[in-house]
């Protein structure tokens, strides 16, 4: 891979309002292969709008996204559901189906992508690899209900990675989960990263995890890509917009 190769997901100057709300005000981004990506921003920033644009969810009013160098502005709707293949979303809220086994979860997504020769013949190799991936493989004939928090995050990862995408945007990956639950997470987003040589954007406020996972974060402030470094070198920026962040009390 050579330097000059072109990021994975590029973001130019995007704009995007509700009524008088301005959102998103020409924000720019560049995601290079295989890097994690964060995205540091109060609620209510506009994260999730973003993340959302980025997969075709919502329409952007203003500005380009260029996903493996092509503008999906121009897809169809078949072209999308390809692109969509690629990626992978993992929501907050997990979106495991209670009613399945973590089994019937996992082949979920092989249903909608594989056909029916590539299920009967990978399916139950695919499933497990991605079991182990998160080391859970001792829970696939068990229900969501039955696992706790973390478990469960686990499980949504492992759906997520059955497709294996090269792109995964994480939605507040450790949200909700205590300290050292959401340090086992966000090594395995490290992991993944490795293994699967994924590009990611991870939305998050958590600063453990941002400083486990970060190559590189993008302060969202004022609908603007207000400020990017590396963790470490933004806790050391004298604006008190940024240095807010940092505050530990
Ligand atoms: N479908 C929508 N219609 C109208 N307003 C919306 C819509 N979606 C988002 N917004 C507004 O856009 C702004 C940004 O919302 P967004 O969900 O992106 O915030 P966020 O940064 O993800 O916050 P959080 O950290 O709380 O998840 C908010 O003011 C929200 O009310
Ligand atoms: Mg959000």
């Known amino acids: 891979m050579s330097k000059m190769e072109a990021p994975v997901i590029e973001v130019e100057n995007l704009s995007k309002s509700f009524g ?8 720019s981004m560049k995601v290079p292969a295989g890097k994690n990506l964060v995205i540091l921003g109060k609620s209510g920033s506009g994260k999730s709008v973003l993340i959302k644009c980025i997969i075709s969810l919502m329409t952007p009013d203003d500005g380009l996204i260029k996903i493996f160098g092509e503008d999906v502005s121009t897809y169809d709707s078949d072209a999308l559901d390809k692109l969509r293949a690629r990626i992978g979303f993992l929501f907050q809220s997990n979106a495991l189906y209670d009613s ?23 399916a139950k190799q695919a499933v497990l690899e991605v079991l182990e991936d998160v080391g859970l493989a001792h829970t696939i004939d068990m229900m969501p209900s ?6 469960r995050k686990r499980i949504a990862l492992a ?7 090269q792109i995964i945007l994480y939605d507040e990956p450790t949200t909700g989960l205590d300290p050292i639950t959401g340090r086992e997470i966000s090594h395995l987003i490290l992991q993944v990263q490795k293994k ?18 970060s190559n590189s974060v993008i302060m969202l402030i004022d609908g603007m890509r207000y400020a990017q470094d590396t963790f470490a070198a933004l806790q050391h920026y004298d604006d008190p917009k940024i240095h807010e962040f940092f505050l530990t009390t």
């Open 196 to 213: 699967y040589n994924a590009t990611s954007i991870i939305i998050s406020h958590d600063m453990n995890c941002i400083n486990i996972t």
């Open 159 to 165: 759906r997520t990675l059955i497709l294996q995408p």
């Open 100 to 122: 399945m086994t973590v089994r019937d979860n996992l082949e979920f997504p092989l249903r909608r992508h594989w056909n029916k020769e590539q299920r009967a013949k990978s």
């Open 146 to 151: 039955e696992l706790s928090g973390g478990m």
């Open 20 to 27: 008088t709300n301005r959102v998103l005000k020409n924000f």
